[in-house]
């Protein structure tokens, strides 16, 4: 079976003030239909790096990112974009933008613009997928610039969830002040992908967030640990094979 | 690579191993009579064992039954007339401070036995300490994805405390991930460095 999305010896640099820095290093991962995995990481630590070469807002200095079998690198950026507004949904905190006046059915409802809906349709699709995260009818009607960060980060779930996306990718997503808030919000996430066998890609500075994934994953230095590594290959800096094999 | 038959990893049994390699590490840097090697440790491990002398003694008395530690009887420092017991490492105890090394803990001590590598660890080991601190990364992400998700609703007192529970797991798993994490920048950065 393909991988849903497949990551093969990936590499990715930065500069950093005048030196290049290795934040991806040869990663390797796959993740199937329906599989949910979790990144946890420092900051700095490479993760939204990762998580942006899988949403293919960026691309590998070397290795393959494939989707449902496709090179990202062999894509337009055209093509790109419409699978990031389709297939694959990116969700990330600090991505929240507030139209002044706009209700919570109309901010989720107007994301939908390249759907091919009609209003009517997009408002009809965004009330389920608030529904979905728990937010009522009258709710929907609130102003989304005067949401609570709580509320916020449903009305973001849902945002992405109305797009039926095969892969959620969440970039620290809830930072919420309360931690009953932020358990409820996780349990949401872990429920709604189950329930539409979507497959996600969560990265947290806090490895409580990650709880119930199917793989855990953690990254420093560019370097992935995961529990499903079968292998562990430990490069020496400056020797290409300096490494050892490990069965894990 | 060494090669660690049975009986050469005979002497690596029991709860006191990461004791017993961090004195061959000890031995291996200079020879000493108990008391020395005592301090010598609580020196390298801290407050994180309470490393008792006689225990020290006991330790050293098993490595020079397993061929890994030899002592003289030589005439103290401080009184030439009193004697006391000296130990050195034998031919055979690089040897097996390099299997040591490379011989991956069960659960519990791994960390203890991480650390007590760590204190006495030769450069040439930096390719074992990095494979035993991956492993130990796998190892509590391993553990911390054993621990099931809490349902998001503490709605009795006990959910509540099974909630805290699992926080107090995750929390300790964290700092783990963290320390192994960053000892492996560390070395990483130090061979980079000397490279």
Known sequence: ?248 | MASASPEKTRWMRGPSTPLRGALLGLLLERPGHGGDLANRLAARLGETWRVDTNDVYRLLEQLEKTGLAVSRDEPKRTNLRRTHLVYYPTDQTPEALTIWMETLLPREPVRLGLQAKLSVARQEDAPRLLIALRAYERECLVLAQLVSPTDGEARSWPALCMDCTRDAVYAQLQIEVDWATRTRQRINEFLERSD
């Open chain 1, 1 to 248: 079976m393909t991988p849903l999305l497949s990551f093969l010896n990936v590499s990715k640099r930065h500069l950093d003030g005048g030196r290049d820095r290795v934040v991806l290093d040869h990663a390797t991962l796959d993740i199937d239909a329906g599989m949910s995995v979790g990144v946890y990481g420092a900051r700095g630590s490479g993760k939204s790096t990762l998580l942006r070469l899988a949403a293919g807002i960026t691309l590998p200095d070397a290795g393959t990112v494939r989707f449902d079998g496709r090179d990202t690198a062999s894509m337009t950026a055209g093509e790109r974009s419409r699978l990031l507004r389709g297939a694959i949904a990116f969700m990330s905190a600090e991505d929240w933008r507030a139209n002044p006046g706009e209700s919570v059915v109309d901010h989720v409802a107007t994301s939908l613009g390249s759907e091919g809906l009609t209003m009517r349709q997009a408002r009809q699709r965004a009330l389920r997928a608030l529904d979905a995260v728990g937010v009522s009818a009258s709710g929907a009607q609130d102003l989304a610039a005067s949401l609570s960060v709580t509320a916020r980060t449903r009305v973001m779930l849902a945002r992405a969830l109305a797009r039926e996306p095969r892969l959620l990718i969440l970039d620290e997503p809830a930072l919420m002040p309360s931690l009953g808030d932020r358990d409820r919000f996780y349990a949401l996430l872990r429920s709604a992908a189950r329930e539409r066998n979507m497959s996600l890609l969560l990265a947290s500075e806090e490895m409580s967030a990650l709880q119930g994934v199917g793989v855990l994953m953690s990254i420093a230095d560019g370097e992935l640990c995961s529990t499903e590594e079968r292998g562990t290959v430990v490069r020496l800096p400056g020797r290409r094979q300096a490494g050892a094999e490990q069965s894990g």
